[in-house]
């Protein structure tokens, strides 16, 4: 499986996540959060950052299922799904990540005809990486 | 408007393409050199007259390795430019502006690739972006099919567009292939239910919503208008061109914005009908981007042939095919005729305003070309 390549500005989110916690980044001068992290703020250009705990909890903004050919370790698990998730606390915040039937679960372990768009989730942590959950 | 203006200043005047097909014998450098040389006999111009050259950073054959091997002169332009399919018309655009400001005065633009029986560039996993290596490649999203049918599904369940319409798409492509003796799709006719039967690739995006995978090569041949007349084709005049990246976009995973349905395409569009003498009710025919069926609808919404989520219903009624609204992707596209990152559309249009195309739209006289939707883009308006 690819493990996250972290650079600089995305290194506190995983060091967040190791720990089960979820934080976004955000400015520490205007407070606008801003996702994927990078060094300064498009709003106020402010090089000031905070990282900003979030509840976990987002919807579903949409939603693939992958079919091969994939990568070996991914066609294994496949068809999977994709979501991208919506947050409750920062609505422009959207993580791309998986809906699983708990922490842990394998990428292919919710049926895709239970997903939708809309759907309420939460985020679970298996091996520092966030997943989702139906809430 | 300041500065010397890109209106009709210069002229697309050779076009050349090798044969298309899952797997060609000649290497990349070859099949370049061949679609070069094709180009330059089709505008009468020889190879040391060439003072201009532009093309894609994912090119593998270089400036110097082709004006070596076919004879090229002193070279005072060369330019390059990313983002994949998002740089074809971005290449005339360049040489358009070159040769309109005096930088050079004969110039080609030319993309080579061996995608038909070459790696597909998404099993690689040691040369990633970025941000997708760390935010959305570890979750699966692996291809740009994954990347784009994840707009696709927001984007069908904001407006109600259907996998009809998606369907309407890949009918169009390959009808026109059809017409088309060069098209990897010429002798395979597609039907609805071979559409709707066929295994999904990333739902909502079944196989035939995906562009080729071709190997082949193409070129064009760029002049200001005054050696335009002399030369041995009818030109065909860049009447405006334009790039586009919107803030805040962000090349294939668009998906941290405020609006990720709204794309380049409409950062594009604003400069070129800015700068164009006719608008999108007069545009007879258009070549439009189609590494997938998604990014058709998107992009009538964008150059401003329909409005916001009507891009879906605007394919109903054969409004793309010969005879309806927007005939498009005449040569096949990138779904049905090649797939070597949107060149072929710049040459079809080209045909089309020549008269020569297979499909040809009666009387064609303006053409809308496009680059890649969803990446940062480029497109051309022509015209006879």
């Known amino acids: 499986m690819l493990t996250p390549v972290t650079d600089t500005d995305g290194a506190p989110f995983w060091e967040y996540a190791a720990r089960g916690e979820m934080r976004v980044q955000a400015c520490g001068d205007c407070g606008e959060p801003r996702f994927p992290p990078r060094p300064c703020c498009p709003h106020c250009q402010s090089f000031a950052v905070e990282w900003r705990p979030v509840s976990g909890r987002g919807r579903v903004w949409s939603y693939v299922v992958p079919h091969p050919p994939l990568l070996p370790e991914y066609a294994e698990q496949a068809p999977y799904n994709v979501v991208v998730v919506e947050l409750e606390d920062a609505p422009r915040i959207r993580l791309v990540g998986n809906l699983v039937t708990g922490p842990g679960a394998a990428l ?4 895709p005809e239970r997903i939708r768009i809309g759907a309420r989730v939460q985020v679970v942590f298996a091996d520092g990486l966030p997943q989702w959950v139906l809430a | 408007m300041a500065g010397i203006g890109l209106k009709d200043a210069t ?7 090798t044969t298309f097909a899952k797997r060609l014998a000649e290497d990349e450098k070859t099949l370049a050199c061949r679609a070069v040389l094709a180009a330059l006999d089709d505008a009468g111009i020889a190879p040391g007259e060439v003072d201009g050259l532009a093309s894609y950073t994912m090119e593998e054959t270089d400036e110097v390795e082709l004006a070596k091997a076919v004879g090229f002169g002193d070279l005072t332009f060369f330019s390059k430019v990313g983002y994949g399919g998002g740089g074809s018309c971005a290449t005339v655009a360049h040489l358009a502006a070159a040769i309109a400001s005096g930088q050079a005065s004969v110039g080609v633009a030319w993309r080579s690739r061996k995608r038909g029986s070459g790696p597909r560039p998404w099993t690689n996993t040691t ?6 290596a760390q935010w959305t490649r570890p979750f699966g999203l692996l291809r740009p099919a994954d990347e784009i049918a994840m707009l696709t599904r927001r984007y069908m369940h904001e407006y109600g567009a259907t996998r009809d319409h998606l369907f309407n798409v890949a009918l169009a492509c390959r009808n026109r292939a059809n017409q088309n003796p060069a098209a990897v799709m010429y002798e395979r006719p597609l039907t609805r239910e071979m559409y709707m039967t066929a295994r999904w690739i990333s739902e909502p995006l079944c196989l035939f919503d995906n562009c080729l995978e071709t190997d082949g090569a193409l070129a064009c041949v760029i002049v200001g208008k ?6 041995r084709r009818t030109p065909v005049y860049v009447h405006s061109a334009a790039q586009g990246l919107p803030a805040q976009h962000h090349g294939m995973v668009n998906y941290w914005n405020d609006d990720p349905l709204t794309g380049p395409a409409w950062t594009a569009a604003r400069h070129l009908w800015k700068h164009a003498d006719f608008t999108p ?3 007879d025919v258009a070549q439009i981007y189609d590494a997938f069926t998604a990014l058709v609808p998107l992009s009538l919404e964008g150059y401003g042939f329909c409005g916001r989520g009507e891009g879906g219903a605007f394919t109903e009624g054969g409004a793309l095919e010969i005879g309806g609204r927007l005939p498009v992707n005449t040569g096949g596209g990138g779904l049905s005729e090649a ?3 949107g060149f072929n559309l710049i040459n079809e249009g080209v045909k089309q305003l020549r008269g020569t195309s297979t499909a040809q739209v009666p009387g064609a006289a303006t053409c809308l070309v496009t680059a890649g939707e969803g990446v940062p883009t480029s497109a051309l308006l022509l015209r006879t």
């Open chain 2, 281 to 283: 009710d007069d545009v």
């Open chain 2, 226 to 231: 005054e050696r335009a007349r002399d030369c």
């Open chain 2, 339 to 341: 797939y070597v990152h």
């Open chain 2, 127 to 132: 040369v990633q972006l970025p941000t997708p």
């Open chain 2, 11 to 17: 002229a697309v005047v050779g076009i050349g393409q």
């Open chain 1, 108 to 111: 292919g372990s919710l049926d």
